[in-house]
């Protein structure tokens, strides 16, 4: 839980930021390294994401045992930025050091001609150095050029250290890191070698969870161990720790989202589907249904035969075309939730939790584009059938910021409540009925159909757009007061 208090000033906080040039660059696994060695030598380590990944969070979690953030600079303002990223480095003990991992490539944001939404952005927001991760397979002098590219195309970004990855001998080493100095005054702190032991497990929606990949692999550990003790010894950590400490005090914000509410009688509880199928859930979305009031009790839709007893349901995102049949097969789950949707319980289900809640779910659609997707046999399954629809995986992509505003009252906000978050799916809803009923309205995005989202039966409500809940403000009081009013 947050501390009750909110203190005016600033707060000093140790901080880099992992950047690339593009995706595909090394910046997840080099960051997964560094957070072991630095957790590993006994240091309390705050990880962030900027963007709106799931999956990469869930591993920073794990290896540093404190609650990865995701700060965006589309979704948040400036302030909003900071509260995030300061109440995550002080929540659960203040940390001794900050490390956040960029999305794509440092200057990739929202639009052409400005850093919003961009890693850069967030650099400039927390005035913080950026150290940047260089794909160095089969270049040498032409790094000291990109490096160099990087550096002025923004004067107010400070790079001020490189990490060569995919390098391979030492006369590879020695000629890009003499190219770089050279040229740009910026020291290479890191020399990664090729090594195919570094990759971990990826499928379409980016890497394997973290819940699901120790479960389903045997050498998990062994594997994290290897990628920490690479970067341990290939990382000049106490360079980086410089760096980290040149940072200046933050400003906080003027308030700050993450602040106690009174609740008067019995907190009301909420089941959190969590499990290999429903992981995806920002951290920021549950501490602030408990700050609402909530309690929260987990439960998996895979393996537990029966639905707790709860006031209300948040399904999450994840893998359930994955576990397709593992879903269907756990009958007396699905008739609890039917049953309870139907005696109108409160239920929020975002992508995942939405096809899940309809009445069937096929993969393998054949004659269409995969879209690189995880094999899915051709296959249909009953799901819960709270929801109209039939869901078809594999041959529709959607990866956009989205835009939106409440057409109705729901477990979610007010009429009018309006909103910017994401949507990041593989599959459509079809055959829906001519008067199904929607509660959002978006003005960019996709959704279910026609720009509307929110398909809603009773007070259960499936959407494709996934919402921050330290964005979309109303998120935590609007779910939690909703469940107290139909409890």
């Given at each position: 839980m947050s501390k009750t208090s909110y203190e005016a000033g600033k707060k000093d906080i140790p901080r880099i930021l992992l950047s690339a040039g593009s995706s595909s660059s090394g910046k997840t696994t080099i960051t997964i390294g560094l957070l072991a060695a630095l957790t590993e030598a006994g240091y309390k380590v705050q990880p962030?994401?900027?963007?709106?990944?799931?999956?990469?969070?869930?591993?920073?979690?794990?290896i540093t045992g404190r609650r990865?953030?995701?700060?965006?600079?589309?979704?948040?303002?400036?302030?909003?930025?900071?509260?995030?990223?300061?109440?995550g480095a002080e929540v659960e003990e203040d940390a001794d050091i900050a490390i956040i991992e960029g999305v794509r490539g440092l200057y990739e944001g929202?639009?052409?001609?400005?850093?919003?939404?961009?890693?850069?952005?967030?650099?400039?927001?927390?005035?913080?150095?950026?150290?940047?991760?260089?794909?160095?397979?089969?270049?040498?002098?032409?790094?000291?050029?990109?490096?160099?590219?990087?550096?002025?195309?923004?004067?107010?970004?400070?790079?001020?250290?490189v990490i060569l990855n995919n390098i391979g001998g030492q006369r590879h080493t020695k000629k890009a890191t003499e190219a770089i100095e050279h040229y740009t005054g910026i020291p290479v702190i890191g020399v990664i070698h090729r090594n195919n032991s570094m990759k971990i497990s990826m499928r379409h929606l980016g890497l394997?969870?973290?819940?699901?990949?120790?479960?389903?692999?045997?050498?998990?550990?062994?594997?994290?161990?290897?990628?920490?003790?690479?970067?341990?010894?290939?990382?000049?950590?106490?360079?980086?720790?410089?760096?980290?400490?040149?940072?200046?005090?933050?400003?906080?914000?003027?308030?700050t989202v993450f602040m106690p509410h009174e609740m008067e009688g019995k907190p009301p509880i909420i089941g959190v589907a969590l499990d290999e199928a429903f992981n995806f859930y920002y951290h920021d979305n549950l501490e602030l249904l408990e700050l609402a009031g909530a309690d929260i009790k987990y439960f998996s839709p895979v393996h537990d035969k029966k639905l707790p007893d709860v006031d209300g349901l948040y399904l999450g995102g994840g893998y359930p075309e994955l576990f397709a049949a593992e879903l269907e097969n756990n009958v007396s789950m699905r008739e609890d939730i039917l049953e309870a949707s139907r005696s109108g319980l409160p239920i929020y289900a975002e992508c995942g939790g939405l096809m899940y809640l309809t009445e069937k779910l096929s993969t393998g659609v054949k004659g269409q584009g995969t879209h690189n997707m995880a094999h899915m046999p051709e296959s249909t399954h009953d799901m819960v059938g709270a929801l109209p629809g039939h869901t078809l995986m594999g041959h529709k992509r959607v990866v956009s910021y989205n835009i939106g505003s409440m057409a109705t009252d729901s477990v979610i906000g007010r009429t009018g409540n309006a909103f910017r978050g994401h949507e990041f799916h593989h599959s459509e809803v079809t055959e829906l009925p001519k008067d199904a009923k929607f509660t959002i309205k978006l003005s960019r995005g996709t959704g279910?159909?026609?720009?509307?989202?929110?398909?809603?039966?009773?007070?259960?409500?499936?959407?494709?757009?996934?919402?921050?809940?330290?964005?979309?403000?109303?998120?935590?009081a609007s779910f939690v007061d909703f469940v107290v009013e139909n409890r």
């Open positions: 962030y994401k900027v963007g709106l990944d799931y999956i990469d969070p869930s591993y920073y979690s794990e990865a953030r995701n700060i965006d600079g589309f979704l948040m303002d400036d302030e909003g930025v900071r509260d995030v990223f300061i109440h929202f639009d052409s001609f400005t850093d919003t939404g961009s890693t850069a952005q967030i650099a400039k927001i927390l005035q913080c150095s950026v150290i940047l991760i260089v794909n160095a397979r089969s270049i040498t002098r032409s790094a000291a050029a990109l490096v160099n590219g990087f550096k002025d195309f923004d004067k107010d970004v400070n790079i001020a250290g394997v969870p973290a819940i699901e990949e120790r479960r389903r692999a045997d050498n998990y550990d062994e594997r994290i161990e290897f990628i920490k003790n690479t970067i341990k010894y290939g990382i000049r950590i106490d360079r980086l720790l410089e760096i980290a400490h040149s940072s200046p005090a933050l400003e906080r914000p003027s308030k279910i159909i026609d720009g509307w989202d929110g398909l809603t039966v009773n007070n259960t409500l499936g959407c494709y757009a996934h919402l921050v809940a330290s964005s979309y403000r109303e998120f935590a």
